[in-house]
T-cell receptor
Framework: DVKVTQSSRYLVKRTGEKVFLECVQD?????MFWYRQDPGLGLRLIYF???????EKGDIPEGYSVSREKKERFSLILESASTNQTSMYLC?????????FGSGTRLTVV | GQQLNQSPQSMFIQEGEDVSMNCTSS?????WLWYKQDPGEGPVLLIA?????ELTSNGRLTAQFGITRKDSFLNISASIPSDVGIYFC??????????FGAGTRLTVKP
């Protein structure tokens, strides 16, 4: 089975901080995704990557950037964290058409 | 982009009852997926549907790909306490365009 590991389950950061959320997958998959999950809004795509050093904007990329230096690692970066970025962040990789998710990182920005 | 309407938003049921939830869209999809998210975890794939009219079962779960390709249904029979969680539908239009519903939060009372 594919394993998607997010380095932190819970994070608390201050407004204005630069925040890194890390995600690692162990199955050599090309496609990786970052979503945020908010109550009543479901999952919204922030960025995705289909290869090393390649990235594409999703539906809500503003305030975020990503890095994919190695195939197994996909990082989400909040350049200057704001309180409206308090959310659950989910990383995923794709197997055929279905996504396999990590356990999520619950980020609180104070 | 295509929007998914998932209903109901939440359900409170007695153990042993059957559950039905659905997703509708104004646009067609080529694949429908159903995920379940346990508290504090990432969503896990339950059922994948690839053909209009397809009916697929996974234990007590049954899902259908609507004939118009604009909707999908998930039924859970004889609910048990571990069915508690959030259920998400997802429609896939092309390889990198996956849309999620807002989720149905299921509570099962023993």
């Amino acid at each position: 089975d594919v394993k998607v590991t997010q380095s932190s389950r819970y994070l608390v950061k201050r407004t204005g901080e630069k925040v890194f959320l890390e995600c690692v997958q162990d199955m050599d998959h090309e496609n990786m995704f970052w979503y945020r999950q908010d109550p009543g809004l479901g999952l919204r795509l922030i960025y995705f990557s289909y290869d090393v050093k390649m990235k594409e904007k999703g539906d809500i990329p503003e305030g975020y950037s990503v890095s994919r230096e190695k195939k197994e690692r996909f990082s989400l970066i909040l350049e200057s964290a704001s309180t409206n970025q308090t959310s659950m962040y989910l990383c995923a990789t794709r197997t055929f058409l279905a996504l396999t998710f990590g356990s999520g990182t619950r980020l609180t920005v104070v | 982009g295509q929007q998914l309407n998932q209903s109901p938003q939440s359900m409170f049921i007695q153990e042993g009852e059957d559950v039905s939830m659905n997703c509708t869209s104004s646009s067609i999809f080529n694949t429908w997926l159903w995920y379940k998210q346990d508290p504090g975890e990432g969503p896990v794939l339950l059922i994948a549907l690839y053909k209009a009219g397809e009916l697929t079962s996974n234990g007590r779960l049954t899902a259908q790909f609507g004939i118009t390709r604009k909707d999908s249904f998930l039924n859970i029979s004889a609910s048990i306490p571990s069915d508690v969680g959030i259920y998400f539908c997802a429609g896939v239009y092309n390889n990198n365009d996956m849309r999620f519903g807002a989720g149905t939060r299921l509570t099962v009372k023993p």
